[in-house]
């Protein structure tokens, strides 16, 4: 009779385990794992052309892509954020996509200015076409034509 209890009661923590383990594998994520859809604050840090902070709440500017911070063209980038934020109030909208535990937002500055518009029209972002599906493409060709940014350097679309 003790071995059978004990046989059931390790069949009964395994089928538990089991149980707990196929729970693991059907998580579902929330819809919206940050608590929000819009949000409006001074960034207190930009990390590069496409990257700040709200707090602890890292942020990536939707549609564009910058040169990394650790490249030839990244601290210039950067720096034309830094120009388009300027210790003022930014206003995101989140797209509900995550990229690097980052939110992926659509941003606007205190003048009502889109931050990937106006950093692909410098020349100091590509459109990125995978995800704006072409929004910000004539910046991009007014900033090459005009040889703004990364382009009156020569450089080439990365994206």
């Avoid at 207190?44 to 500017?61: C, Q």
């Avoid at 954020?81 to 659509?106: E, Y």
């Avoid at 007014?142 to 350097?153: I, M, P």
Wanted: charged share 20%.
């Amino acid at each position: 009779m003790i071995r059978t209890m004990a046989g059931a009661t390790i069949a009964a923590l395994a089928v538990a385990g089991l149980a707990t383990t196929a729970a693991a594998r059907r998580y579902q994520p929330p819809s919206s794992p940050l608590p929000i859809a819009a949000t409006t604050g001074v960034p207190t840090s930009i990390h590069d052309g496409d990257t700040f902070r709200f707090g602890k709440l890292r942020v990536r500017v939707w549609g564009i892509d910058a040169p990394e911070l650790e490249t030839q063209f990244g601290p210039a980038a950067r720096a034309q954020l830094v120009q388009l934020v300027a210790d003022r109030r930014v206003t995101c909208r989140d797209t509900g996509k995550r990229n690097h535990d980052r939110i992926v937002a659509q941003c606007w500055n205190w003048q009502g200015i889109d931050l990937a518009a106006a950093m692909t029209r410098t020349g100091w972002a590509v459109n990125w076409s995978t995800f704006s599906h072409g929004r910000y493409l004539a910046d991009q060709q007014a900033a090459q034509r005009e040889r703004r940014g990364v382009f009156a350097y020569g450089v080439q679309p990365w994206r």
